[in-house]
């Protein structure tokens, strides 16, 4: 059983590969009335994100995949703001809304994760994408994205625009801001469950200090496990991403570290059987019993 989808990889190649022709008309239009300095440079910038957007989409890494969930919903913002534009004709802005959509929505996907976290993958291992905790997308996620786009954009443009001394401070504040912010969006580009020949391996930044190998002759079962809160005794890993929850079970107490949040230090946990949860949940346990893992 395969975890990617290779045609959902493709409409979203296809798609980025001709945003130029289906989304440009109406950046164009868009950026027609700005002056020459901040048009050029806006003008540039979008290329240089489409260029990392057309890299990230046949390259698939986690680094690639972060900046791709920037991009992309960046690209449907700046195509909503250009419909307020009086430039741009309706089909234009239509066709412009449509195409950015589409590769935003693909962008998010669970084919183009499982494609960058595999990318790196070693020998005859294969790593499953855990869940994004789903409290993120409320306000989070968007405003750490918008605040990157933000950081990275608007000191060129207001120094294009002449006014260097706001060009200066968005320069220094944002592009620090942009880099800090960056780092914790990767984080959740590099949160697998990986299924290697010795065993299963969890890789959770967001919850482990350290990645844990869990030798196969020391997992007691692997299953689909309920929506339900964990019951008494079970290591919840899940972040309230309940949808493709796993219970991994062990034959004797197994050591974790986790990780620390803010001030508290990383403590040191121990327990028989933990929950994750992760994309292609079925999938991911069909191949975990061909490499002869306990599944129930």
Not at 219 to 240: K, N, T
Not at 257 to 284: C, H, N, Q, W, Y
Request: glycine letters at 6%.
């Amino acid at each position: 059983m395969v975890l990617t989808r290779l045609i959902p990889l493709w409409l979203l190649r296809i798609a980025w590969v001709t945003l130029p022709l289906t989304a440009g008309p109406a950046a164009s239009a868009a950026l027609r009335d700005w002056s020459d300095g901040p048009r050029v440079v806006g003008e540039v910038l979008l290329w240089l994100a489409w260029a990392a957007g057309l890299l990230a989409t046949f390259a698939p890494r986690p680094i690639a995949l972060t900046a791709l969930r920037v991009i992309a919903p960046a690209f449907f913002v700046f195509a909503l703001v250009a419909a307020f534009n009086r430039e741009p004709s309706t089909t234009a802005i239509v066709v412009a809304l449509l195409a950015t959509a589409l590769t935003a929505l693909l962008a998010a996907g669970h084919d183009i994760a499982i494609a960058a976290a595999n990318a790196l993958a070693y020998g005859d291992e294969l790593r499953v994408p855990l869940r994004v905790p789903p409290a993120l997308f409320i306000a989070p996620l968007p405003l750490a994205r918008a605040l990157v786009v933000a950081g990275v954009t608007a000191g060129p443009l207001l120094l294009a625009d002449g006014r260097i001394v706001l060009g200066i401070v968005a320069l220094v504040v944002g592009l620090p801001l942009a880099v800090l912010l960056s780092r914790a969006l990767h984080r959740l580009s590099c949160r697998w469950a990986v299924l290697v020949p010795a065993g299963f391996v969890i890789v959770d930044p967001m919850t482990l200090a350290d990645n844990v190998l869990f030798p196969r002759e020391g997992i007691a079962g692997v299953q689909a496990a309920s929506a339900s809160r964990a019951a008494p005794g079970v290591l919840d890993l899940r972040l309230g991403a309940t949808i493709g929850s796993v219970l991994l079970s062990f034959d004797q107490v197994a050591e974790l570290f986790r990780a620390g949040r803010g001030r508290r230090p990383t403590e040191t946990v121990k327990t028989s059987s933990l929950l994750i949860a992760v994309v292609r949940r079925d999938a991911m346990l069909q191949i975990a019993k061909g490499r002869r893992l306990r599944v129930r």
